[in-house]
C-alpha cells in the first residue's frame, strides 16, 4: 500500500468498515442514481481502485444529507470518502466546469453564483436594516448566505428577518459587503486539503468573524450553521440558526404573531439542520405557535428525512438518473397529506421544492414557504 493510500484508509477509518450496508440501505440516493457508499469504501480499500473510483460519476450525486454517517454502527463516515474522492478529482485537474465555475467564483467574488461581491447587499435597499461595525458590540451578529443575498426567489427570506428583528427589538447587526461564502458547498465539492480553498476560506471568515464583539453568530441557512459550528473551530462566538432566535423570541413574548393562518401545514426537515446538527423542534415549536394552523407530519421526517437534494454540491453538478428527483417526491407526499403549505427552513430546499412542485403542476393546490415568510405576514 502506497503512502498516498495509506493514508487515505487511515483518515477515513476505511479498516473500521464492517460492510453491513446500513450506509447505502438508507441513502436517498441509492435507488435513483445507483450511488453505493457501501460498495465505495469497500473499494477505496484496494490501492489500485483509488483513482478509478474518484472517476465514478456517482460520488457526485451524493448530497451529503448525512444520512449514512448518521446510521453507521461503526460511526465512520461514508459522505466524507465521497468528498475526499472528489478532491482526487480537483487535485488532478478532473473537474466539472460548471464546478469549477463556482469554486473560482468563490475565491474571486466571494459566493459561488459568479455574482460580483460589491452587490452582494442590493436586497438591502429601502429596509430599516442594523449593520454592525468591527469591534462594535452586538448581541446578535447575523450571517446571511450567498443564495439568499443574489437569488430574488429566496431574499425575502433576510427581509422578513429584518422585520422580525425590528418589531422585536432584538439587538442585532448584519455584517454588510464584507460578508463572504461560509465555504459549505466549497467544501461539500471537494476543495479540501491543507492548501485547499475551504481552509483558506475558514481563515478568512474566521479573522472577519471575531473582529466583532458578537454575543452569538446567527446563520440564516443551514448550510452556513452546520459549516460555521462545525467547520470553524476558532470562531469567539457562539453560532446559532435563527430558529433558536425565533424560538427564544415567541418563549420571551418579544414577537407576537398576529391574525390566523387556518392552513393544513407540513414541514420538511432540511438535511443539514436536521440530520447534520439535530435541530428538530425548533421549527416545529415556531409552526406550533401559529394561529389557526394545523400542522401534520411526513411519515419521513425528522432524522428519517427524505433530502430535497439541494445540499453536496447538488446546486453545481447534474445527474445521468432519469428517476424521479427526491424533490418531487417529497411535494407529492406532501400533497397526499392534503399539505396547503410546505414549510421549510433552509434557502436550498426553497429551490430545490418550488421547482418540483411546479414540474407536478401542484401549484394551484400547494405552496412551498420558507419559515420566515410565514412569520413575516403574521406580525403587520
Known sequence: MNIEMQSFVQKYDLLGCVQCGRCTGGCPEAIRTGLNPRRVVHDALDENMLDELAKLPEIWD??????????????????????????????????????????????????PWDKPRATRCDWMKDLDVSLAEPGEKVENLIYVCCTICYDPKVQGIAKNLVKILNKAGVDYGFIGEDETCCASEVYNLGEVGEEGLFEMMVEDNTELLNSYDATRIVAISPHCYSALKNQYPNLKADVIHYTHLIKELLEEGKLELKGELPKRIVYHDPCYLGKQNNVYDEPRYILGRIPGAEIVEFERNKERSLCCEGGGGKMWTESDSKEERLAETRVKDARALDAEILAVACPFCILTLDDALKAKGFEEEMRVAEILEILGDLIE
Open 62 to 111: 451524493c448530497t451529503t444529507c448525512n444520512t449514512c454517517t448518521a446510521r453507521c454502527p461503526k460511526g465512520l463516515k461514508p459522505v466524507e470518502v465521497l468528498i475526499g474522492l472528489r478532491n482526487i478529482l480537483i487535485e488532478g485537474g478532473v473537474i466539472q466546469p460548471t464546478v469549477r465555475d463556482a469554486l473560482e467564483s468563490a475565491f474571486r467574488e466571494g459566493n
